[in-house]
């Protein structure tokens, strides 16, 4: 199910024609069967099934890559810890975030949401946001914003988006 690249977007095809992503600007703009022809594409295999007007994949995926987190907000969903064998640091641990990353890449999904914990804290943190953007993926980061240093700004780049949470005001 792979996003093909055209050009300079990517287009899922879907069962009412396909969603193009563009990064610049960034926008997801869901496009008709006439429409894609018109940019010069083929059919697909799934123009030939009934459009029942559900996807064939999500556009967008959440992935918690850690429980970890040492502010341990009481307002955080998802009920991060700040005991460090939630940290997911291990090599089998980017090894299996890799191999998500290639499945979700392989079903079509535009954007990938990590968070969980704090991701800022896995040492491999931009390894994974560099393989999703090589996979045609486009990482996005939630965080708690108290590990971005001026080193690691520039790393930044590589997210469509950097969300930062604010979870209380002292």
């Not at 459009?51 to 995926?61: F, K, R, T, W």
């Not at 992935?63 to 991060?80: E, K, V």
């Not at 975030?97 to 990590?114: C, P, Q, R, T, W």
């Amino acid at each position: 199910m792979k996003n093909r690249i055209i050009n300079d977007f990517l287009l899922r095809y879907e069962k009412f024609g396909g969603i193009i992503a563009t990064n610049n600007p960034p926008a997801l703009t869901f496009v008709d069967k006439n429409y894609i022809q018109e940019l010069g594409r083929s059919s697909d295999l799934l123009w030939d099934e009934t459009d029942n007007g559900i996807l064939s994949a999500p556009i967008e995926a959440h992935y918690a890559i850690t429980d970890y987190c040492t502010l341990c907000c009481s307002g955080c969903y998802m009920s991060s810890s700040d005991d460090i064998t939630k940290l997911n640091d291990k090599k089998e641990d980017v090894h299996k975030a890799i191999s998500i990353a290639k499945i979700l890449s392989d079903m079509g999904i535009f954007h990938v949401a990590l968070g969980g914990g704090e991701s800022f804290s896995i040492p491999w943190f931009f390894e994974l946001a560099e393989c999703f953007r090589k996979q045609n993926v486009i990482p996005n980061v939630t965080t708690n914003g108290h590990l971005i240093t001026p080193e690691n700004i520039e790393k930044c780049k590589v997210f469509g988006q950097v969300n930062i949470s604010l979870d209380m005001i002292t």
